[in-house]
């Protein structure tokens, strides 16, 4: 495939893979989800730089963008775009972080887009997500290979950082 000098896409389901596959191929780019399964794809960001720290990452996701963009910028990302761009935003994106800039929407590099959801860690964003789908703690433990004591935990961490104090059961 050529595309924008790109000889290869490799593909993975999951971070760990992601990771592996990294190892293995030394990408010059990861376009990444943050919805990736095993290991959530702002905890993938870390562990891609140790084994290849000079890869760049764009952050491909669904995800209002005024909430994920500095969570992704933290995490040491290069861009963000949203899955809901058109193609030709989305190439430009990885276009400009390939060539070695910073891509990022404008709309959320505004201060005061913060909801809080930047307090969060990145495993209490993955819970608090599959709560609002109504995923029990049980099938989230599942998902995220975590007992079910530790989503309890995450919940309580988050309701914490939240200072959320009217929640039901």
């Not at 720290?53 to 209002?64: A, E, K, M, T, W």
């Not at 969570?71 to 040491?76: L, Q």
Request: overall charge neutral; hydrophobic content about 40%; charged content about 25%.
């Amino acid at each position: 495939m050529q595309l924008l000098s790109v000889e290869e896409v490799i593909e993975a389901d999951n971070g760990q893979t992601a990771v592996e596959m990294a190892r293995l191929h030394s990408p010059k780019l990861a376009i990444l989800d943050p919805d990736i399964r095993r290991i959530s794809g702002f905890d993938v960001i870390p562990r891609l730089k140790l084994v290849q720290p000079n890869i760049r990452v764009l952050v491909l996701s669904g995800h209002d963008p005024a909430t994920f963009t500095p969570r992704a910028m933290r995490s040491g990302v290069h861009g963000f775009v949203g899955k809901s761009q058109e193609m030709k935003e989305i190439m430009r994106g990885v276009e400009a972080v390939l060539a070695g800039y910073d891509c990022f929407p404008a709309e959320a590099m505004d201060s005061e887009n913060d909801n809080g959801m930047n307090l969060l860690s990145s495993r209490e964003v993955e819970v608090l997500q599959y709560l609002a789908r109504g995923i029990s703690n049980r099938d989230i433990a599942s998902r995220l290979s975590l007992s079910d004591k530790t989503v309890v935990l995450v919940k309580a961490e988050f309701r914490k950082n939240l200072a959320c104090c009217h929640w039901r059961r």
